[in-house]
């Protein structure tokens, strides 16, 4: 009886010991794979961010480089005459080519001289109070005073259902009164359709099925369509953490450049997003935009998908199974080996 005894508390060290290592290892290479994957979608968060920074750069360069153009200078210095047929041509051109919704030329006066997709917009008067609460006035309002280029939020402009965002640049000439100074003598508004970003953004290659990828700006709006988990509504705003995070680190940036310290937070970690969901996640800003790039990954289906975890627990349920066998074999042979001893 005592032989059993010792017998089954091996058994029993042994099943504890085994089970113990599984427990151990299968959780050691699950951090590992965690830690790779959230290492995964903060390269797809900075990968994305910089080719949509790159497309905004270059739509920047375009018009900077129209816009000091002397043909687009000769056509603000002269705009109280209608703009030369050459000029609409070679404006048109540049609209259509790049395949832009609309190029808009607004004058120091507020006034609209030009505009490639809405002639019913031109001449109107962004100083009168009945248009302060248009896009445009928002766009000559800011620019008059910035004297720089501007990247404007995506919007639903006049009658429009495409949601379009606005990079604009002011249209300037040496100064004749103040040697090195720049006068501003008009603004120059281009209008893109925001599909052309979301396609560079929800159309990923060689990145992890059910991957979300998307933008958000400053004051919680999504930039990209959201839609809730509960009744498939559109998402108007969030506000979870990662959100908030990735603007801490927006932040931060300028932070640093005044020579303050480092307020910054992990650019992927694991998080509850906007439908109350666990997920991995990483975020990455842009410059100049106010615009966060948030990458998610939902918990439940990576687990589901991996088999990780469950492949840990089988294996400590087999080995349990079959040290219990063990064990009642070798009881059952010790009575009858012992019963016929006697």
Same mark, same amino acid.
């Given at each position: ?9 091996? =058994? ?8 113990? =290592? ?5 959780? =050691? ?8 994957? @959230? ?49 609409? !041509?070679?404006? !048109?051109?540049?609209?259509?080519? !790049? ?13 609209? +001289? ?6 019913? +917009? ?33 919007? %639903? ?29 008009? +603004? ?19 990145? &992890? ?17 959201? %839609? ?6 559109? +998402?108007?705003?969030?506000?979870? @953490? ?17 020579? $303050? ?12 997003? %906007? ?5 991995? $996640? ?30 840990? %627990? &089988? ?12 064990? &009642? ?14």
């Amino acid at each position: 009886m005592e032989l059993i005894i010792k017998v089954w508390g091996i =058994f029993f060290l042994v099943i504890i010991f085994f089970t113990g =290592f599984i427990s151990y290892d299968n959780y =050691f290479n699950t951090k590992i794979i965690d830690d790779e994957l @959230k290492s995964h979608l903060n390269s797809i968060a900075n990968a994305k961010s910089n080719e949509i920074s790159a497309f905004l750069t270059e739509r920047k360069n375009d018009l900077e480089y129209l816009a000091v153009s002397q043909d687009v200078i000769d056509t603000f210095l002269n705009s109280q005459s209608q703009v030369s047929e050459q000029m609409n !041509n070679k404006l !048109n051109f540049y609209t259509s080519a !790049n395949d832009y919704l609309d190029l808009v030329l607004i004058d120091m006066s507020g006034k609209v +001289i030009w505009s490639a997709s809405d002639l019913d +917009i031109v001449g109107l008067d962004l100083n009168n109070k009945n248009n302060e609460d248009t896009k445009l006035f928002d766009i000559y309002d800011k620019v008059k005073h910035d004297f720089g280029v501007g990247i404007f939020d995506p919007g %639903y402009y006049g009658d429009e259902d495409v949601l379009s965002v606005f990079v604009t640049t002011p249209v300037l000439i040496d100064s004749k009164t103040i040697g090195g100074k720049k006068d501003m003598i008009g +603004i120059m508004a281009l209008q893109i359709d925001n599909s052309f970003i979301e396609e560079n953004i929800i159309t990923p290659k060689n990145i &992890l099925a059910d991957t979300n990828i998307y933008l958000v700006g400053r004051d919680g709006t999504p930039i990209t369509t959201l %839609y809730s988990s509960k009744d498939s509504s559109v +998402i108007k705003n969030i506000d979870d @953490k990662m959100y908030s995070d990735c603007f801490t680190n927006y932040n931060n940036y300028y932070t640093l450049l005044r020579g $303050g310290k480092d307020r910054g937070v992990p650019s992927s970690g694991e998080y509850i997003n %906007y439908n109350n969901l666990e997920i991995f $996640g990483a975020h990455n800003y842009i410059l100049q935009t106010n615009w966060c790039l948030l990458v998610e990954l939902e918990k439940k289906s990576y687990y589901e998908s991996t088999n990780i975890r469950t492949d840990g %627990y &089988l294996n400590i349920l087999i080995l349990t199974v079959l040290t219990v066998l063990f064990g &009642l074999i070798f009881t059952n042979y010790y009575k009858i080996n012992g019963g016929k001893n006697k």
